[in-house]
């Protein structure tokens, strides 16, 4: 999706950002990812974001393995920032976004701030590839991705739009399919973490070969 704002680097980015911590949640560079937004201080966020004009929000997830407090829990290291690139009220108080990836972050340290939501100081510097589109796609392995996925659809019953898979370039497929994955927070983490598109797409189709070999030998029921 085009988005008004041009990201060339790290310096073109906050420093601090506020973080929406969402277990299961992926949001990649480039990716988009709908949100509904109906607690208190995440309307606060989605607020000051537009109002200090940078439209940027953290996704992170929490990291609720190694949390001793679940309303406060630790986070995982990396994260990803997007820009709010729709927004539309839904009348009953709640905000309908869709967020666009711009780069992942690395937390340098949570900040202690009065506003309702959590607040981190950032390095996007780790993954300074992320400002440049499309970067390593051409490394991705896409005919074995494909194959993965058709087993992965076929073992779900599931269809997707073939024509749509086949004309989109190896980042947003890679990213995409990441994404819309329906694997656990180390999975997702993982995936985010990779540190490229190759290595990110190699992840995808191992979890998912192990997620397919363990239905096969369980006889678990197709996902729903």
Not at 26 to 50: C, H, K, T, W
Request: with cysteine; proline share 8%.
């Amino acid at each position: 999706m085009p988005i008004n704002a041009v990201y060339r680097g790290p310096a073109d980015l906050p420093e601090v950002i506020p973080v929406f911590p969402l277990a299961g949640a992926l949001l990649l560079p480039r990716g988009q990812m709908p949100l509904n937004i109906f607690e208190p201080r995440y309307l606060a966020l989605v607020d000051d974001s537009l109002r200090d004009g940078h439209r940027l929000i953290g996704m992170i997830q929490p990291d609720l393995a190694h949390s001793a407090n679940e309303e406060t829990p630790a986070l995982f290291q990396v994260g990803c920032v997007g820009r709010i690139t729709q927004l539309a009220e839904s009348g009953d108080g709640r905000y309908i976004l869709e967020l666009t990836g711009v780069a992942r972050f690395k937390v340098v340290e949570e900040l202690d701030v009065k506003t309702p939501y959590r607040q981190c100081r950032v390095d996007y510097f780790p993954f300074v590839d992320d400002f440049t589109a499309r970067k390593g796609e051409d490394e991705v392995d896409r005919d074995t991705l494909l194959s993965v996925l058709t087993d992965f659809l076929k073992a779900n019953n599931l269809k997707v739009d073939w024509g749509g898979v086949e004309s989109a370039p190896n980042e947003a497929l890679v990213n995409a399919l990441a994404m819309m994955s329906p694997y656990g927070a180390p999975e997702k983490q993982a995936m985010l973490e990779a540190p490229d598109l190759k290595t990110r797409a190699e992840i995808l189709i191992a979890v998912t070969e192990m997620d397919l070999a363990k239905k096969r030998t369980s006889g678990d029921p197709p996902l729903q």
